[in-house]
């Protein structure tokens, strides 16, 4: 082969490629870009536009309650809550990304992102009795310990407005409800409305137990947490808590069906004997 025909070949595949390949080269060095551009300044939005509103006011506030501690645990808070503005701002989020979630894009569905706790227990008396106090939902206080108040707009309303103030939360959490199912004797489901704190719906059953031995008391929670995968991610950290926190308040349910009190540890003594200088609770 002559050093002619050497040169057609070259010019030859150099046109196969310019006319050809192209297209295929462009989406090779877009990709490349991309994977750069993800790697240097320019990041992903993988956090939906809902999430980045609460991340970005929820940011704020923990940025003010921590610098107005003036101390090394406010300097965290404030720490977390810029890192919420950050990621409210940007739209982006480092553990989205190492976990692949892209909440911008829809891929988590609500079934997803919800945090399922149920709890029951066995309560001597009957479910007419049972339903009847719980249906009352100014009785709630009672027995939920997390729950201030709870004001209903008119007899027979299906719908209430709730105060709630958390253990380790500086604020008090308050939402609208309603009544989603109300069976008599048997079930009440609820709902939170739009525009609650923490999205959540959840029912209480009541069955008849077997052998005339009272009621199977079952409460069920379903809850969406606010900040999607990391909201999730949290509160599956809690989750043993939240799940204690339900059968504590089904037990004061049942106290106070059964005996007509609730027990307390208040006034009694702690640590070491009275005798020895031991205090009582609530000194």
Request: hydrophobic share 35%; with cysteine.
């Amino acid at each position: 082969m002559t050093t002619a025909d050497t040169r057609s070949l070259i010019t030859e595949r150099d046109a196969s490629i310019s006319q050809g390949e192209p297209a295929q080269q462009q989406q090779d060095w877009q990709s490349q870009s991309g994977q750069q551009q993800e790697g240097g300044q320019q990041q992903k939005i993988n956090v939906g536009p809902s999430e980045r509103n609460i991340s970005m006011a929820s940011g704020a506030v923990l940025a003010l309650l921590g610098l107005a501690r003036r101390d090394n645990l406010g300097l965290l808070i404030a720490g977390v809550g810029g890192g919420l503005i950050y990621r409210g701002a940007t739209g982006h989020c480092s553990m989205y990304s190492a976990l692949n979630i892209d909440t911008a894009e829809g891929t988590q569905t609500q079934e997803q992102t919800t945090v399922h706790i149920a709890q029951s227990m066995l309560i001597d008396k009957p479910p007419e009795e049972l339903y009847r106090f719980w249906r009352n939902l100014d009785n709630l206080p009672r027995i939920l310990s997390h729950v201030e108040n709870v004001r209903t707009e008119g007899d027979g309303s299906r719908r209430s407005h709730w105060t709630v103030k958390l253990s380790g939360v500086p604020m008090r959490l308050e939402w609208d409800a309603e009544i989603t199912a109300d069976q008599p004797n048997e079930r009440i489901g609820w709902r939170a409305l739009p525009g609650a704190t923490i999205q959540h719906s959840g029912e209480v059953q009541f069955r008849k137990a077997l052998g005339d031995r009272g009621t199977i008391v079952r409460a069920i929670f379903d809850i969406i947490p606010p900040l999607g995968g990391i909201g999730r991610f949290a509160a599956r950290q809690f989750m043993p808590a939240l799940d204690q926190q339900i059968r504590t308040d089904l037990g004061h349910f049942k106290a106070l069906m059964e005996t007509g009190e609730i027990p307390t540890i208040q006034g009694q003594p702690r640590g070491t004997c009275l005798k020895s200088g031991g205090k009582r609770e609530g000194e």
